[in-house]
């Protein structure tokens, strides 16, 4: 099992161990670090990366390839893996700064020879960076001469530590509006929409966080199930889905769980609509969907997360919730001015 390393020296508070697994698993590019003699080498690389086997990351190339030659040959190295959020400008000099989720790790790599082992990879991999692409459907497989021309390494981690910095400008002055210059956050386009959890499968079941056009019916249909939606149309259905982080829960592809966020991506999360199909409950998939949300890559930034419930307080607490500390701080607008909706709309229930 890998170690987490948590003593990070500078900016200890960006420490994130728990964020290792859902970091590797939406990462693109790393940077494979390596000496050999008095030369050190830094090569980025794509990789395979599978929560369920949490200590490996798997490398592929030529067998030409000198620094797989030298992974095969059981050579320490050093794997970075980062995801850019956002530019950070101060009124500061010194506070000009980037938002990102990162991880460092170290292992010792070994070749796999199996060529059933390695297409399994090669196919799982395509499914990583591209969800949805199926082999024989989307695209041919690799053939056993390919195979055999490729070399595959697996890195098994012996360490890693998980960084994270989040929010806006933290110089002396940034939150004095008076003072000389500005400062803010440039986004940087992230592949959010693209994402799947660390625990994105569980037998027949998967989560996913693109809903298609397709599936809006059937989720209409299931939010208009629950108590605290009787008033839905399909029109606000679809404004909704546009403006929320959204979480599908399928089975062999057939939507049967449904929950969303509302968000900043700074500070702030609502997390609202959470159902499972009836027929579908009792097998801890409301757990499992929360979990998964939880994992999300824009959650360790976070502040806080809210919800409404009516009855679903010991299932929440469950996962981490709690009573506000301090509800006198809490306040509530009616723009519509019905003070109802707090007794009927909640965060519904989830079985």
Known sequence: ?????????????????????????????????????????????AYHYDPGTPDMIYLHG??????????????????????????VYSRSAMHHSMNYHAVIGFGQGTEIESIDHKAEL???????????????????????????????????????????????ATGPQDQNPLALGSRG??????????????????????????????D???????????????????ERLQRRVEHSVCFGVYKDKHLIGFARLVT???????????????AERGQGLGKWLIQSIHAHPLMPGLRRCLLFTRDGHDFYRDLGYQAHPNPAKLMVCYPNGDTSLDLTDNNGETR
Not at 66 to 87: C, M, N, W
Not at 223 to 234: E, F, I, Q, R, V
Not at 264 to 278: G, K, N, R, T
């Open 62 to 87: 030529s067998r030409s390839s000198h620094t797989l030659k030298l992974l095969a040959q059981g050579q320490r190295v050093s794997i970075e893996v980062t995801q850019i959020d956002g530019l």
């Open 216 to 234: 809006l019916a059937t989720l209409f249909d299931l939010l208009k199930t629950t108590y605290w939606n009787a008033d839905l149309s399909p």
């Open 1 to 45: 099992m890998t170690a987490v390393r948590d003593k990070i020296r500078q900016h200890p508070e960006r420490s994130h161990p728990e964020a290792v697994s859902a970091i590797l698993s939406t990462g693109y590019l790393a940077h494979v670090a390596y000496s050999e003699g008095d030369q050190p080498y830094v090569i980025p690389m």
């Open 264 to 278: 900043d991506h700074d500070s702030f999360a609502y997390l609202a609509d959470v159902v499972i199909a009836p």
């Open 122 to 168: 090669f196919d799982q991999m395509i499914g990583r960076y591209h969800p949805g692409r199926l082999p024989g459907q989307d695209y041919t497989t690799a053939s056993v001469a390919e195979l055999k021309a490729t070399r595959v390494i697996a890195v098994k981690l012996d360490s890693c530590s998980a960084k994270i910095r989040q929010g806006g």
């Open 185 to 214: 956050v440039i986004p940087l386009q992230s592949r959010e929409d693209q994402w799947r959890s660390p625990q994105w499968q569980r037998g027949p079941y998967e989560i996913q966080t693109q809903i298609p056009r397709s």
